[in-house]
């Protein structure tokens, strides 16, 4: 496939090398890189480097970030959504998915090159005196690639043009799918299992894989795995194959005993002490993330060439938390001539594109929300003046109910729950459809209002920079130089509290359960964490509090997997897993067929009636579509090409 090795040199082009003075990839950038360059130790630390270069390929790049959220109970589409969001939703109005216009082509393209590196490296590696600790790297970006492959697309190919799992180097425009099973079992679990046995606890490098994150990547293959042999509601896969149910159970126990063995022994990693402080800007890379794309303001090169002045909107930025932004800068006061919430690079705010949009139902998904503190740490329900940031410096402005506001205070707040009391009519001069509460001088949105123009902002990814300066707006349309995290040590808890119940759902028996490790025990650890309070987002102040006791007290008896998915919603809001949650469990229809949320123009009365939607979510979507450039660069028979592609698109 002539899109493999094009890749590949573009990729490889981009960063390689060793730092011998610090604990940070040396990304130096490369004019060129051959595959004789690859059987020298200089050139497989190059593709070692390049690695985790390409994380940036498709972590914080919003098109795949797309792909992996809009269309779930999470996102619909946004007011200025374009046919790459549109599609993903599945409602009537909107276009069907097809292999042209579906952004998981990302994931392709990005995938296939790091596994050729990854393929070159371990070819190589043993010959140009690598250590095993060292080529475990390479079997975990392998493994963890052929991992988000097989979930998004089914079987895909393991032979690149050279043999199975083999370096090619030359173009190759036929291409072979491998089932599914063949690639969790001669792939993933292989390069994971070996990941798992050969890397350390912890990272060679800041930011570099370890035990801990092979564990949680092979126990959640082994989990994922497991549904698909048991395929409850008969969902169809590419290319065909038998699924040995009877095996289902085996892997259930895999991902449980893992992802328990990974909590047991973390290394450097822990659950940070709070919720917000895992998000918090400042403290990036904290004791919580066992993975991320890393970027920076310090050095543009540590970015593949990244200027965060400016960015179009293209990888390896990290743009995706522009997607889930509304138009927060549409908000007037003083009678509503005056701007007075301006686009500001802070992680409360940064640059709007309004192309993925907040159902209503996630207001009621985050329950207890005056003692859970992910609701407070999720979203940015409270948008603050800050006009003089922007040189304005009017000391106040009239706002809701003709009440003054200064720079600093709340201009608009989304509440937790309906009130009866605002008021939705001509008193008021918003125009994102906004109301009024008495005696509040902030406008108001109650969940029932939410809509494509006004929605939840998610506050967890928004802009960070080490270099900002605080006095100004700053350059809220340039890409975050935040890290974008991939993987959290809490995951690992709801992995397992999954192993332990899906298992007797399903009927297909129990696993053994660890003592003090039931699903209940697993998922009260972080619904204790939820409770503890540092600091309130919307009140944009210190507050400590602890609700541990209340919630974990709260919690069923009986865990199930909907309870779990429940978790996984309030716990991994927009981070990227949901999709491939609903998938794996097989509740995406009955999770996501329907929803409810306003249109696109507040200022039509017909906004807020039928504010139902509902998507048709046939079997074949299960599986996103090969994307068509890959068809078209394969040159085979008309009939051959048909057959690549999975079924219904």
């Known amino acids: 496939m002539k899109h493999y090795i094009y890749a590949l040199g573009v990729a490889m082009a981009l960063t390689t090398g060793f730092s011998s003075c610090n604990d940070v990839l040396d990304e130096t950038p490369r004019g060129k890189f051959t595959p004789e360059y690859f059987k020298t130790e200089d050139g497989v630390k190059g593709g070692i480097t390049a690695m985790y270069a390409n994380l940036r390929n498709t972590w914080g790049q919003g098109y795949f970030f797309n792909a992996l959220e809009t269309g779930t109970d999470e996102y619909t589409y946004g007011q200025s959504a374009d046919e790459n969001f549109k599609c993903l939703d599945m409602t009537p109005e909107v276009p069907n998915i097809k292999p042209e216009n579906c952004r998981a082509d990302a994931l392709w393209g990005a995938s296939f090159t790091d596994i050729n590196t990854a393929n070159g490296v371990i070819a ?61 079992e001669e792939c993933i679990f292989p390069d994971l299992e070996k990941a798992v046995k050969d890397l350390p606890e912890v990272g060679r490098v800041t930011g570099g894989v370890t035990k801990t994150a092979a564990r949680l990547f092979l126990a959640k293959a082994y989990l994922t795995y497991a549904w698909w042999l048991v395929n409850p509601k008969a969902i169809p896969t590419y290319p065909e194959c038998s699924r040995d149910k009877s095996k289902a159970n085996s892997y259930f126990q895999k991902a449980y005993d893992t992802a328990i063995a990974a909590i047991e022994n973390p290394g450097r990693f822990a659950l940070q002490e709070s919720f917000y402080n895992v998000f918090l800007g400042e403290n990036d890379r904290n004791s919580e993330i066992v993975l991320y794309a890393d970027h920076t303001a310090q050095d543009q090169y540590y970015n593949g060439g990244v200027d965060y002045g400016y960015s179009s909107g293209a990888a390896p930025d990290n743009f995706a938390h522009w997607m889930n932004r509304w138009n927060y800068t549409n908000v007037r006061s003083n009678d509503g001539k005056t701007e007075s919430v301006k686009r500001e690079a802070a992680q409360w705010a940064d640059r709007p594109w309004t192309r993925m949009a907040t159902p209503q139902e996630v207001v009621t998904m985050f329950t207890d929300k005056n003692m859970d503190s992910r609701w407070d740490g999720t979203f940015v329900t409270t948008f603050r003046g800050n006009w003089k940031k922007g040189g304005d410096n009017a000391d106040s402005y009239t706002n809701a109910n003709g009440l003054p506001v200064r720079n600093g205070s709340a201009i608009l707040t989304f509440l937790g729950e309906n009130d009866e009391n605002v008021r939705y009519d001509a008193s008021y001069t918003s125009n994102v459809g906004a109301g009024t509460l008495p005696g509040r001088a902030d406008w108001i949105i109650t969940p029932d209002h939410i809509s494509r ?172 579509p090969i994307p068509q450039g890959q068809i078209d660069a394969m040159l085979v028979s008309p009939e051959e090409k048909d057959a690549y592609q999975n079924p219904g698109y």
């Open 453 to 624: 123009l006004a929605y939840l902002n998610v506050w967890k990814n928004g802009y960070y920079s080490e270099k900002r300066d605080t006095t100004t707006l700053g350059t809220p349309n340039g890409a975050c130089p935040r890290p974008v995290n991939i993987a959290r040590f809490a995951e690992l808890y709801l992995i397992a509290a999954e192993a332990a119940v899906a298992p007797t759902e399903l009927g297909t028996g129990t696993i053994t359960l660890k003592d003090g490790y039931t699903a209940r025990e697993l998922v009260n650890v972080l619904r204790a964490r939820a409770g503890k309070w540092t600091f309130h987002n919307g009140n944009n102040k210190e507050y400590v509090a602890d609700f541990s006791e209340e919630l974990t007290a709260a919690t069923p008896e009986t865990i199930t997997v909907d309870y779990i998915l429940d978790e996984r919603f309030r716990e991994f809001f927009g981070e990227g897993l949901r999709w491939w949650d609903l998938v794996r469990t097989q509740r995406w229809g009955d999770r996501a067929s329907t929803y409810t949320i306003g249109g696109i123009n507040n200022s039509d009365p017909n906004n807020w009636n039928d504010m139902k939607h509902t998507r048709t979510i046939k079997p074949n979507y299960y599986l996103r």
């Open 124 to 184: 190589n590696g043993a010959e140009a005196g690598i250590s095993d600790a060292l080529l475990a790297e390479a079997h975990f970006f392998r493994g963890f690639d052929y991992f988000e492959l097989v979930q998004t697309f089914g079987g895909v190919p393991l032979d690149l043009g050279s043999g199975k799992l083999a370096f090619n180097s030359n173009a190759t425009r036929t291409s072979v799918r491998n089932t599914v099973p063949e690639v969790y």
